[in-house]
């Protein structure tokens, strides 16, 4: 069975500031995406970017952009610029190649100090 | 585009009725429909998984005949929580795979708050 961990239950950054969320997974398969999404305030689930294993490319969307070293099984999110409205809930998520199921991180909660 | 919607987004009701959830894939036709729940301050427990005109698959300890789950098309899944007793009571959460621009990513609704007396 595949586990996500979210080490940093809790984390805060001055806006326009930088942040890196850290996530972890552990898996004996080799292909698999894996996701960032936000839960603010509302708790409506937000994707906030994704990334398919077998691609070496990091994603990037906008001010967000992920760290994904493959070997260490490491998935970060990095938050450039850092907004008042980014202040939510990240989970990080994966999923098998050809199997639909999400698992799920415990999450991180980030705080923008204005 | 991939828009999914959730009614109702609050619900109160007596202990030992039956509510029902919609879910609802408003500019996409989901192949697959996923039912979650979250405690406060917890993550997202999947519940079970269901594709259209196929009986849903739950996840273990899930109890079937209490969360009853139906895909009647391509953009409609219901849950239906039955003879509800306040342990039941949580926030449930539906997600939809199969929109553009990710067909193979999930977009979640809105969420539902249960809430039984």
């Known amino acids: 069975a595949q586990t996500v961990t979210q080490s940093q239950p809790e984390m805060s950054v001055q806006e326009a500031e930088t942040v890196t969320l850290s996530c972890t997974y552990d898996t004996s398969e080799s292909d698999y995406y894996l996701f960032w999404y936000k839960q603010p305030p509302s708790r409506q689930m937000i994707l906030v970017i994704r990334q398919e294993a077998y691609k070496q490319q990091n994603a990037t969307e906008n001010r967000f952009s992920v760290n994904f070293q493959k070997a260490a099984k490491s998935f970060s999110l990095k938050i450039s610029d850092s907004q008042l409205g980014d202040a939510a809930m990240y989970f990080c998520a994966f999923a098998n190649f050809g199997n639909e199921k999400l698992t799920f991180g415990t999450g991180t909660r980030l705080t923008i100090i204005p | 585009g991939a828009v999914v919607s959730q009614h109702p987004s609050r619900v109160i009701c007596k202990s030992g009725t039956s509510v029902k959830i919609e879910c609802r894939s408003l500019d996409f036709q989901a192949t697959t429909m996923f039912w979650y729940r979250q405690f406060p301050k917890k993550s997202l427990m999947l519940m079970a998984t269901?594709?259209?005109?196929?009986?849903?698959?739950?996840e273990q300890g899930v109890e079937k005949d209490k969360f009853l789950i139906n895909h009647a098309s391509l953009t409609l899944s219901t849950l239906t929580v039955t003879s509800a007793h306040p342990e039941d009571s949580s926030f449930y959460i539906c997600?939809?795979?199969?929109?553009?621009?990710?067909?193979?990513?999930?977009?979640f609704g809105p969420g539902t708050r249960l809430t039984v007396l």
């Open positions: 997600s939809a795979r199969g929109g553009l621009p990710r067909l193979d990513t999930q977009y």
């Open positions: 269901s594709n259209e005109g196929s009986k849903a698959t739950y």
